[in-house]
């Protein structure tokens, strides 16, 4: 089975299953703040969406999560931070090509996986970099190895999280479908 008729097989509303995702990092941005698991929501994406509509949803779990900080959050509107806010937005959506990639490679529950940590690895590696391309001094590179193992974790827990909604989802729609198989009149 690959992961393309593994999650295909899903009945999920399209525009329920996005807004569900959306939903869901509403009400963990505030929770998570500059922890927020981008990575989870790009792999979830990329494996239960078509492409454009992974992107789509990416760049949305983004926005919602940076509008939370900026207006709810009072996260401060400067220069430094608004070149934060745009690169994490393209991180997203580039973790959100990676996992994808990495999906259609793989065959299996094991592309799965694959796909969280290349979502992951590609987010964290770039949020490196921009770091260093913004001038962030070796702090930088302690911070990020004393936090990655907390920040790793916060993004396999939100993503098995949603992993389980689309699953209880997909069950709840087939036994729908199932009972309104059954004949009324038996």
């Given at each position: 089975?690959?992961?393309?008729?593994?999650?295909?097989?899903?009945?999920?509303?399209?525009?329920?299953?996005?807004?569900?995702?959306?939903?869901?990092?509403?009400?963990?941005?505030?929770?998570?703040?500059?922890?927020?698991?981008?990575?989870?929501?790009?792999?979830?994406?990329?494996?239960?969406?078509?492409?454009r509509d992974?992107?789509?949803?990416?760049?949305?779990?983004?926005?919602?999560?940076?509008?939370i900080a900026?207006?709810?959050?009072?996260?401060?509107?400067?220069?430094?931070?608004?070149?934060?806010?745009?690169?994490?937005?393209?991180?997203?959506?580039?973790?959100?090509?990676?996992?994808?990639?990495?999906?259609?490679?793989?065959?299996?529950?094991?592309?799965?996986?694959?796909?969280?940590?290349?979502?992951?690895?590609?987010?964290?590696?770039?949020?490196?970099?921009?770091?260093?391309?913004?001038?962030?001094?070796?702090?930088?590179?302690?911070?990020?190895?004393?936090?990655?193992?907390?920040?790793?974790?916060?993004?396999?827990?939100?993503?098995?999280?949603?992993?389980?909604?689309?699953?209880?989802?997909?069950?709840?729609?087939?036994?729908?479908?199932?009972?309104?198989?059954?004949?009324?009149?038996?």
């Amino acid at each position: 089975m690959t992961t393309a008729s593994f999650f295909a097989s899903s009945p999920w509303p399209r525009s329920l299953w996005i807004g569900s995702l959306i939903v869901a990092s509403v009400l963990l941005s505030p929770a998570f703040h500059c922890g927020f698991p981008l990575a989870a929501f790009a792999a979830v994406a990329a494996l239960t969406l078509g492409r454009r509509d992974a992107l789509l949803l990416s760049g949305s779990v983004w926005l919602a999560s940076q509008t939370i900080a900026f207006a709810s959050l009072h996260h401060h509107m400067t220069d430094v931070a608004l070149a934060w806010s745009v690169a994490t937005g393209v991180i997203a959506l580039l973790s959100c090509e990676a996992a994808g990639l990495t999906a259609r490679r793989m065959k299996g529950l094991v592309s799965v996986a694959a796909a969280f940590v290349a979502a992951f690895v590609v987010y964290k590696g770039l949020i490196f970099g921009f770091g260093v391309a913004m001038g962030s001094s070796v702090g930088h590179f302690d911070s990020l190895l004393a936090t990655l193992p907390r920040i790793f974790l916060i993004n396999a827990c939100v993503f098995a999280g949603l992993g389980a909604l689309y699953a209880l989802g997909s069950a709840g729609r087939r036994n729908e479908e199932a009972v309104a198989l059954v004949p009324r009149h038996v």
